[in-house]
């Protein structure tokens, strides 16, 4: 009898755990959640006892090294089961968070990635045992109100008798006729998506006209403005130079002339000036 509480306990404690974890989000339910839990244990526990009466030869008789445990574990699952179902996505959440239990975090995000494609647990149809090693392996054909008849769920306990740590999987085979649905679905999916964004590309292709329609509008409007732009007028021509007759300025002939005299040691009464033109100062200046 104490082997076979210590397996049916090792079964429930996950649940019961949970539970407590569970409560944390929501202290509403508190109630409830360890009514659940309570009951299931105290289930298992008097399903146990009455069994603790039985031959152990009898228990013995069954193949693996952990047979005496089978029966009890398989009875735990189901209230496991359902005590997932009736947590709340805050529950849920709460032992991802809260818990310090790695079988309890792992169970909590795989049942919460299913549970919506899953939804409520009604009861197990079929359990399989076998055993690996330490690992008691219960395969059981599950029936659930959010998948249809046809889709068959599988859920497979691992129990590790040596460490107590739990795991569990849940497997969905939809019938073909769901997965040609699906695949339908994708591939219409796929060929829309691949419609529209040709559409685009043949929308945004047919636009590209006007860029160069602009590039030459721009260049067009430049000529326009640059033809109707008034011609610079020509730089007048310079004036020709018109030499000044200095001949007239008779200061400055006597000037000019009594400069000749004094250099060429001579009277000024033989010079007559007949012109006078200016000289290029750059000669003297060069001189």
């Known amino acids: 009898m104490k082997n076979r509480l210590k397996a049916i306990l090792l079964a429930a404690g996950l649940t019961a755990g949970m539970m407590s974890a569970g409560v944390y989000a929501e202290e509403a339910t508190e109630a409830s959640t360890e009514a659940v839990t309570e009951a299931a244990a105290q289930e298992a526990a008097e399903e146990a006892a009455s069994e603790a009466a039985e031959d152990s030869a009898a228990a013995s008789a069954e193949d693996g090294v952990y047979a005496q445990y089978y029966d009890a574990l398989k009875q735990s699952i189901p209230a496991t089961l359902t005590t997932l179902s009736q947590m709340t996505p805050e529950q849920i959440q709460a032992v991802i968070d809260n818990s310090q239990n790695t079988s309890e975090i792992a169970l909590a995000m795989k049942w919460d990635g299913v549970r919506e494609e899953l939804g409520n647990f009604v009861e197990v149809s079929s359990q399989e045992v076998t055993e690996e090693g330490n690992q008691i392996i219960i395969a059981n054909?599950?029936?659930?109100?959010?998948?249809?008849?046809?889709?068959?769920?599988?859920?497979?306990?691992?129990?590790?008798?040596?460490?107590?740590?739990?795991?569990?999987?849940?497997?969905?085979q939809y019938p073909m006729s769901k997965l040609m649905e699906q695949a339908g679905l994708n591939t219409i999916m796929g060929l829309g998506i691949v419609f529209l964004m040709l559409l685009?590309?043949?929308?945004?292709?047919g636009q590209?006209?006007?860029?160069?329609?602009?590039?030459?509008?721009?260049?067009?409007?430049?000529?326009?403005?640059?033809?109707?732009?008034?011609?610079?007028?020509?730089?007048?021509?310079?004036?020709?130079?018109?030499?000044?007759?200095?001949?007239?300025?008779?200061?400055?002939?006597?000037v000019i002339t009594a400069a000749i005299a004094a250099s060429e040691n001579t009277s000024a009464d033989g010079f007559v000036v007949r012109t006078i033109k200016k000289a290029n100062r750059r000669k003297w200046q060069n001189a």
Do not use: Q, R
């Open 141 to 172: 054909e599950v029936v659930y109100d959010g998948v249809s008849e046809n889709t068959k769920v599988t859920v497979e306990y691992a129990f590790d008798m040596k460490d107590g740590t739990t795991d569990v999987e849940w497997n969905i």
């Open 200 to 205: 685009f590309l043949s929308i945004v292709i």
């Open 208 to 254: 590209l006209h006007w860029i160069p329609d602009l590039i030459e509008g721009k260049k067009k409007e430049k000529a326009a403005a640059v033809a109707a732009a008034p011609a610079p007028a020509p730089a007048p021509a310079p004036a020709p130079a018109v030499e000044e007759d200095l001949t007239d300025d008779l200061e400055l002939v006597a």
